[in-house]
């Protein structure tokens, strides 16, 4: 239906526009990566070096894009027992690290709440966004209650850690979001667009099965912004958008590669 409006604005994207927020996105990636290594200095391993962990996070970016969508979490999950830790205290770190960001993806969309399209949301989907937000509560109740069972409760959360990948995680969103705004060159309060990229990107990670979340965050993104710009521009955009965050997930992926290779020189020397 929207075909001919979609293609005359994949036409008006500026080519400066596009390299601006592939930039944005990148940057926010490698902010991310920082959230694996600092999560597993949160629940009990302060020792632990961030830069290699922050590349094994970075190499595992494409494995997403599998069919199944888990494929990233089982490479970092195998490459991250070669530091010495458990699959138990991996699974932990894993659980705790998805709910800091699902947790910080729903304070993101607060946003919206209220906005009638959410009511074209699935109606399984929809309550569990706005359950979201008690994520983080529970999250460190759980981790309290793991560190009490284990090693006779020698091994203690950090909190300072854990505060900082909140801070990170809402990084990404905030620098995800620029890059979403830039690409569209979009006008109008900033909470709204942030908000519907929070809201999509929480719906293709909650949707089982979906690779990247591919399709899933595309819907909801056109959902929630064709109102304000119109269906072909929406659709136009959010299919650019999936452009440049696959592209940046590529090149992270290299440059995961590179800072292992450097790590591993410099271990050497």
């Known amino acids: 239906m929207h075909r001919h409006t979609a293609i005359g604005a994949f036409e008006e994207l500026s080519f400066a526009r596009t390299a601006s927020s592939l930039l944005l996105y990148i940057v926010a990636c490698l902010v991310l990566s920082l959230a694996w290594?600092?999560?597993l200095r949160g629940i009990g391993?302060?020792?632990?070096?961030?830069?290699p962990l922050a590349a094994l996070h970075l190499?595992?970016?494409l494995s997403k894009y599998l069919p199944g969508g888990v494929f990233h979490f089982a490479q970092r999950h195998i490459e991250s027992l070669r530091w010495g830790f458990s699959h138990g205290e991996l699974t932990v770190a894993l659980a705790a690290e998805a709910a800091l960001l699902l947790?910080?993806?729903?304070?993101?969309?607060v946003g919206i709440i209220g906005d009638p399209r959410l009511a074209l949301l699935p109606d399984w989907l929809l309550p569990l966004t706005y359950a979201m937000p008690l994520v983080l509560p529970v999250a460190w109740l759980g981790l309290r209650m793991w560190s009490r069972r284990?090693?006779?409760?020698?091994?203690h959360i950090k909190l300072v850690p854990l505060l900082c990948v909140v801070g990170i995680d809402l990084a990404f969103f905030l620098l995800s979001g620029l890059a979403l705004l830039t690409l569209g060159n979009l006008e109008g309060d900033p909470a709204f667009w942030l908000g519907w990229l929070a809201l999509a990107w929480l719906c293709g990670y909650l949707v089982p099965g979906a690779p990247g979340g591919i399709?899933?965050?595309?819907?909801?993104?056109v959902l929630g912004l064709a109102h304000a710009i119109g269906s072909g521009q929406a659709l136009a955009l959010a299919l650019a958008y999936r452009v440049v965050t696959l592209s940046a997930d590529g090149i992270c992926t290299v440059l995961g590669f590179l800072l292992s290779g450097s790590s591993s020189k410099a271990d050497g020397n």
């Open 150 to 155: 284990i090693d006779n409760g020698m091994r």
């Open 37 to 39: 290594p600092l999560t």
């Open 103 to 109: 947790g910080t993806a729903s304070l993101v969309a």
């Open 59 to 61: 190499r595992a970016q």
């Open 45 to 51: 391993s302060p020792g632990i070096p961030l830069r």
């Open 215 to 221: 399709g899933i965050r595309e819907t909801v993104l």
